[in-house]
């Protein structure tokens, strides 16, 4: 009897145990997306860096799919992120680069790639660079700002309310000023020149770093910036630190939603302007400033996945490593990126930059991590950052609202390995469209002049005033313009832009 009593509890304990690691293996993924600014495809070390090492990027790459050929939607960053949370298209809502001030351009009203995850169970953070807008215009930021990333699908957000480079210069934790003194409040002005912190064009003395006329507004932290500001000391942020104040936001958030599936959209500021390393980064590269923010960024994605594998929770979680758009050398402060990059190329063997319809300004460095599912490899299929909306709702199982996500494709056994079968057509965004089809790259006429201050930043654009259609196998730099030879090429591809724009 006593023997039968034992031999029914250990058969019981073994039906416990299969049953909690049954329900373990069938568990929704963790989600992070780690979305880096300006890095260019060549800027990791498994795609060809040159003069900085990034060992833990390049650990994801090892145990996961490293993709050569994924694109954010378009070639700058307010875009990108439009695109990446709504699954829709940036120039249907006339999504362009905002000033600090500027009203949330995310029509709270749909749903949006938190909001879908919610509907699954999800628990959602951002933390990092918002860049989407806050409020309705005129923001008062001495209150909880309305409209924001809470009415846009985001349980909990810490945010950098535009960019490194625009005031003002202080943190929101749920659309908050962080360490706000009610006693000196806060007061932002972009055109109209405020009292308050001393302007860049009237003290260059007190800069760290010399910029172009556009950055010469307030100066904070020895930074002069886009735009005026007055009052908020104590709440200003130092620029050295913003990398370990976002990564111990996000390891947090990590440890208080462990027990449940979440959702990270991890948005750092880093490598964006201006390129100020904490000295634990200064002199990590051979390329000065840039190169050692790209080292700092690397750190950080360790910071994450530390966290997961303290929590024991890195094999069942889905971590895309990208970046919104491509690479830029000069973009207001003299940092000397340009002087100091030497043997490396920052958008690898494709042509363009950031603002660029030529490769570069939207091929990214782009890695999926997720070792319970995915066999680790390379990739070439064609994929876009709105794609990742249909494909995490086909992969949960979550129909997506009838409204929603009109240009996000599911291409999910493509995102995990299992097909190298990715878009037919991908639209690139920038200051005219570029189209893809397979090998071929169509780029349309645009008439108009290159705008003053990207030439100013050595930057070419793209565009032309005749068609442009290469033929990336044989030339992925995108020098021969091979448009005359290949007539019904060219006009299948105006024909579907023609589409997708209407």
Sequence with gaps: MIKSNRLLMLLLSLFVSQLINSQSNTKNPNIVIIYVDDLGYGDIGVNGAIGVKTPYVDELAKNGLNFSDAHSSAATCTPSRYSLLTGSYAFRNNAAILEGDAPLIIDTTKETLPKMLQKAGYRTGIVGK???????????????????????????????????????????????????????PITVSYGTRIDGYPWGFKHPELLKQHTDPYHQGAI?????????????????????????????KATNFIEKEKENPFFLYFSLHDIHQPRIANIKFVESSTMGPRGDVIAQMDWCVGEITKALKKQNLLKNTLIVFTSDNGP??????????????????????????????????????TILHWPAKEEPGKSDALLSQVDL??????????????????????????????????????????????????????????????????????????????????????????????????????????????????
Excluded: C
């Excluded at 809470?150 to 908050?176: K, M």
């Excluded at 830029?328 to 660029?356: N, Q």
């Design 328 to 365: 830029i050398l000069d973009d207001g402060y003299l940092d000397y990126a340009r002087e100091l990059v030497g043997d490396h190329k920052p958008g690898g063997i494709y042509k363009g930059a950031k603002y660029s319809v030529f490769e570069a300004g939207t091929r990214m460095p």
């Design 130 to 184: 918002w860049h989407l807008g806050l409020g309705k215009g005129k923001i008062d930021w001495n209150q909880k700002i309305p409209l924001g990333p809470e009415e846009v699908g985001f349980d909990y957000s810490f945010l950098i309310p535009a960019t490194g480079d625009r005031v003002p210069t202080v943190f929101l934790e749920n659309q908050e000023v962080v360490n706000l003194d009610k006693n000196d």
């Design 220 to 248: 904070i932290n020895g930074i002069s910036r886009i735009g005026y500001m007055k009052g908020g000391k104590k709440a200003l942020w130092v620029d050295e630190k913003i990398p370990f104040v976002l990564s111990e």
């Design 389 to 502: 909306y249909a494909s995490l709702a086909n992969l949960l199982n979550v129909k997506v609202d009838k409204n929603a996500a009109p240009d996000s494709e599911n291409h999910l056994d493509a995102w995990l390995g299992k097909s190298k079968k990715g878009r037919e057509f991908l639209l690139e965004e920038a200051y005219t469209y570029g189209l893809r089809l397979g090998k071929w790259k169509y780029i349309q006429p645009k008439d108009k002049p290159i705008p003053g201050w990207i030439a100013n930043k050595f930057v070419d654009p793209g565009f032309s005033a005749e068609v442009q259609l290469f033929n990336l196998e044989t030339d992925p730099s995108e020098e021969n313009n091979i448009a005359k030879n290949n007539p019904k090429i060219v006009k299948k591809m105006e024909h579907k832009l023609k589409q997708i724009l209407k």
